[in-house]
């Protein structure tokens, strides 16, 4: 059904359709149609749950960083001789239906594009584009393997397993998906209900938190059930069944499907999806047929024009501005334009990997307050990096780090209370708001982090974390790609939690006199999964069980002078849910209880840390 027109100037117009699903279900559509270049036209695709014309605060640049609306950036498109289509999901602002967080995805995907490839305006290429959500909308739609797909651009998401990164990671729940929830059921709540409307937009999403655990019809999602019935499923299901390969949910389950198809991949190493996207690159690259290109950068969650993430900076050159290509439109314009079109990619954006590996600056206070961490681009033929010495570091109980394991047997113990987690600094984070923050940030409390308490101080400080470091180095160390810890752990709980968190330990100096403890990558695992993810098994108390944690990708040049330096912890609240130390089921509420944890270090448990060192550049 066409709307009609209702908007039209000298080189777009624009108009609404229901387009109908498979059950009947109609989905608010925007078209923008090219005036004055005859059709039919290539056609470029977005589906978004945020609205179809709404302002969105990462479509901006660096030289204009007011957000645009997306049917602003769908008329740019347009007016290059593109015919685009913006859609609502289901059950989202003016579409039908009821939304059901990622589910459902690939059908009505795949049922819009049948309707695309069917008009006369198509010409039977069609591209697909997005952030977070409208990226793990392309990866769903093309599992469905639908006519006319030639080419994608996911940003920040596209989920390969969603059961490894982006809901849950590591066997805990990211909690970033309750506060999405919490503030996108406040737009999307039954607006037949004064009464739902307004006790959401009343409740304390802070103080919810301070009082996990939930349940449902006890939550700050009691008055959207739609919202708190699909964050709960999400919660509770804690083995990876036949629910996590769904094909919204698990793209690696389906890369044959892309055959074909050109990827590109761009995110951050601040990201929740950094590995969503190196994982992506890997099962593609595989593909029979189809290109698949690569950007990381040192951005949170679609912040690629600005240079800097949490506290620290990364320089002038940090922005996909002027490094990668005039902006974020022109970028996407040439990777369409190559494949829809035909015209040659932009020389330096034909590269296979691009990533930006910081470090290396001046370690000074920028005049804004942030440390000047620096770094710069490279290119790489592959990932992880050819060449790249999986090089372990190897934990010992005088707190350091050292390229050789310990001799004898050693342990040591921390006391963990989940009613006292340890507070999230930073990380790779989005949706968190207003309680977590992405970013690198220097590792220590104050008022402003959410659960600290006074005296703040640095995490170091806590008795419940522990702190491995190694000697200064005496010559620079760059590390790029996976990071992976391996520790020998035992517990007195049948189940518990183990974090990791890789920092580059600055040298004190007149602008941080306590140095700077600059956190990179940290990732967790819940015991009960150290062995399997589809078939969990609890611990015996004083069990030694070794388990393996695989925090995001990451990029750093380690300066002479500073230290790698670990932090291993039970806790990351409110980034991840916080274990119960009971074996209760996953997202069940009931009692907590202490543990005492154990970390082992000899030549038989040789608790580690691997890096990806990267070679001395000549």
Same mark, same amino acid.
């Given at each position: ?11 777009? =117009? ?28 290539? =056609? ?20 204009? %960083? ?79 393997? %639908? ?65 996990? %655990? ?338 995001? %990708? ?59 060192? =990267?070679?001395?550049?000549?």
């Amino acid at each position: 059904m066409n709307e009609g027109a209702i908007n039209q100037d000298d080189t777009v =117009v624009r108009s609404t359709h229901r387009v109908a699903m498979r059950d009947g279900v109609r989905l608010a559509t925007d078209l923008y149609l090219p005036v004055g270049t005859p059709g039919p036209w290539p =056609v470029l695709l977005e589906r978004t749950p945020y609205g179809k014309d709404a302002e969105t605060r990462r479509e901006r640049s660096a030289a204009d %960083p007011r957000p645009m609306r997306r049917g602003k950036v769908a008329a740019r498109f347009a007016s290059e001789g593109y015919a685009v289509v913006v859609q609502d999901c289901r059950g989202r602002f003016d579409s039908e239906g009821q939304f059901t967080k990622y589910l459902g995805e690939a059908n009505d995907g795949a049922d819009t594009m049948a309707w695309i490839t069917s008009q006369s305006w198509c010409n039977g290429s069609v591209g697909t584009y997005g952030l977070s959500y409208a990226a793990h909308t392309q990866t769903a739609l093309a599992s469905q393997r %639908p006519r006319g797909l030639k080419a994608m651009f996911l940003e920040c998401g596209g989920f390969a397993n969603a059961y490894r990164g982006g809901i849950r990671h590591g066997g805990a729940f990211e909690l970033k998906q309750a506060t999405w929830a919490f503030r996108n059921a406040q737009n999307g709540i039954n607006r037949d209900d004064p009464a739902a409307q307004q006790a959401l937009a009343q409740a304390d999403i802070g103080a919810w938190f301070l009082r996990l %655990p939930w349940t449902r019809g006890d939550s700050p999602l009691q008055w959207a059930p739609e919202y708190e019935d699909y964050l709960f499923e999400q919660w509770e299901r804690g083995t990876f069944d036949d629910y996590w390969r769904q094909p919204e949910l698990y793209a690696a389950g389906h890369y044959e499907a892309f055959n074909g198809v050109a990827v590109m991949l761009l995110c951050g190493w601040w990201d929740p999806y950094a590995q969503t996207s190196t994982d992506n690159y890997l099962g593609l690259s595989k593909r029979a047929s189809g290109q698949v290109r690569m950007v990381l950068g040192p951005w949170t969650h679609g912040e690629r024009s600005v240079c800097h993430a949490g506290d620290v900076d990364f320089g002038p050159t940090a922005t996909l501005d002027g490094a990668l290509a005039e902006d974020y439109v022109h970028m996407r314009l040439a990777w369409f334009d190559h494949w829809l079109k035909g015209r040659p990619l932009p020389q330096g954006q034909d590269g296979t990997v691009r990533y930006f590996r910081m470090g290396g600056g001046s370690g000074r206070r920028t005049s804004a307050g942030r440390l000047e961490h620096g770094g710069g681009w490279h290119s790489a033929a592959d990932w992880p990096l050819p060449g790249t010495q999986f090089t372990p570091w190897y934990l010992h109980a005088n707190g350091s780090l050292a390229p050789q394991p310990a001799d004898g047997e050693a342990a040591l113990a921390y006391r963990f209370d989940p009613t006292q987690p340890v507070p999230t600094i930073g990380g790779s984070i989005t949706s968190g708001e207003p309680l977590m923050m992405a970013g690198a940030y220097d590792q220590r409390t104050h008022e402003g982090i959410f659960g600290a308490q006074a005296p703040y101080g640095p995490l170091a400080a806590r008795g419940d974390v522990l702190v491995f470091q190694s000697p200064e180095l005496q010559e620079d160390l760059e590390i790029t790609g996976p990071v992976t810890i391996r520790l020998w752990v035992s517990s007195s709980a049948t189940d518990t939690d183990f974090t990791a968190k890789l920092i580059d330990q600055y040298p004190p100096s007149a602008d941080y006199p306590q140095g700077y403890a600059m956190n990179l990558t940290d990732g967790i695992l819940r015991c009960r999964y150290r062995r399997s993810w589809e078939a969990p098994q609890l611990m015996a108390p004083g069990e030694i069980a070794e388990i393996t944690i695989e925090p995001m %990708p990451t990029s750093n040049l380690f300066r002479k002078g500073h230290r790698i330096r670990l932090d291993i912890s039970s806790s990351n609240f409110p980034r991840f849910d916080v274990n119960p130390n009971t074996g209760a089921a996953e997202g069940s509420a009931g009692p907590r209880q202490v543990a005492h944890n154990r970390i082992h270090m000899s030549a038989q448990h040789s608790s580690q840390v691997v890096l990806p060192v =990267v070679p001395a550049r000549r």
